[in-house]
């Protein structure tokens, strides 16, 4: 397995950490069948693939073993953000490599540098993600994580842009929104709802992100300066 190094993770604050317990804890009372989970927004720009990756290491540092998937073959950034380099020199493949028959499953796994964190990068952009996220490659690779980590997050495009979400969520055990605030309608947000539902994934709730803590103290005191809220469906 490839070994990484997340060269660009930030550092977290104590309210942020807490932040981040809080919504783990949340996670994990919904029950022992909700391990698979798509995140997914509205629209761009919501800080979703953010959301992801603090609360993966949340949960890797809870001895878990976290497996996080960048589903987004359309124009993910999250390689790039996170200056990710191979430990060994060795190329990174994707999922779009394995999606398009190029690689095999094991191929594509990253282990990290943060413990219990294991990563698999979106690959190469292609011309038709939601075709072959419906083929039964990505059946095989949500059957095999399940069977091998604790928790799967799984970083979807928004949905205001792409129908991938609704796709992948046919093979998770549930969904969550992530809504920045200020930025999205409720008639957006509300279309977006159903999309997923039309799916039959489980809708957890959503997290409200990038809150005005100047503005709003009741989140600023009870939820630290990232995230803030998070509210169960």
Do not use: W
Request: proline residues 3%.
């Amino acid at each position: 397995m490839n070994k990484v190094e997340l060269t660009s993770l930030r550092r977290h604050s104590y309210t942020l950490t807490e932040s981040l317990r809080t919504l783990r804890t949340n996670i994990q009372f919904c029950g022992d069948n909700v391990r698979t989970i798509l995140f997914t927004s509205a629209v761009p720009d919501e800080g979703k693939s953010t959301v992801v990756m603090d609360l993966a290491r949340s949960i890797a540092e809870a001895d878990k073993k976290v497996l996080v998937i960048d589903s987004d073959m359309r124009k993910s950034l999250l390689i790039g953000r996170m200056k990710v380099q191979s430990v060994n020199g060795n190329k990174i493949y994707g999922l779009s490599h394995y999606l398009s028959g190029q690689q095999s499953m094991d191929a594509v796994f990253c282990s990290t540098d943060v413990p219990n964190l294991f990563m698999i990068f979106s690959g190469p952009s292609v011309p038709n993600p939601t075709e072959i996220l419906e083929k039964e490659y990505f059946a095989r690779l949500m059957k095999f994580a399940r069977e091998h980590f604790d928790y799967v997050l799984v970083d979807c495009a928004p949905l205001g842009a792409a129908i991938d979400a609704a796709v992948i969520g046919v093979h998770c055990d549930a969904a969550i929104l992530v809504v920045a605030q200020g930025t999205t309608s409720s008639r957006i947000l509300n279309a977006a709802k159903r999309q997923l539902e039309m799916s039959g994934v489980k809708i957890l709730g959503t997290i409200l992100n990038k809150v005005n803590m100047k503005k709003n103290s009741y989140y600023g005191k009870y939820y630290g300066n990232y995230y803030g809220h998070y509210e169960k469906g």
